[in-house]
Nanobody
């Protein structure tokens, strides 16, 4: 069983930063690709960023590229999402998701098998 726990969400002013973390409860991320997704009220869940097991394949949504950075610390079994220059459009519930690593570049929610409960990010103007 792969259980994911997100942390680090909160309320921040526009232009501010937050750092989200995703940890696997009771196990490691060995061999897993991890993605971050977000869902705003009334909208579909959308891809934010993903990183493969060896951290040599990283993808970002165009809306966050240059502002967000995904990274992983396999020794600590965490995947982090550093979010800078936040704006109100970034307000959403942020989820991390995991799947066995693949040679592909999965960015659809249905490509991922395991999900956390989400952490709320609210950016005030």
């Amino acid at each position: 069983q792969v259980q994911l726990v997100e942390s680090g969400g909160g309320l921040v002013q526009a232009g501010g930063s937050l750092r989200l973390s995703c940890a696997r409860s009771g196990g490691t991320f060995s061999g897993y690709a991890v993605g971050w997704f977000r869902q705003a009220p009334g909208k579909e869940r959308e891809f934010v960023a993903r990183i493969n097991w060896s951290a040599d394949i990283i993808d970002y949504a165009s809306s966050v590229k240059g502002r967000f950075t995904i990274s992983r610390d396999n020794a600590k079994n965490t995947v982090n999402l550093q979010m800078n220059s936040l704006n109100p459009e970034d307000t959403a519930l942020y989820y991390c998701a995991a799947r066995p690593t693949t040679t592909g570049r999965p960015i659809r929610p249905q490509d991922y098998y395991y999900w956390g409960q989400g952490t709320q990010v609210t950016v005030s103007s």
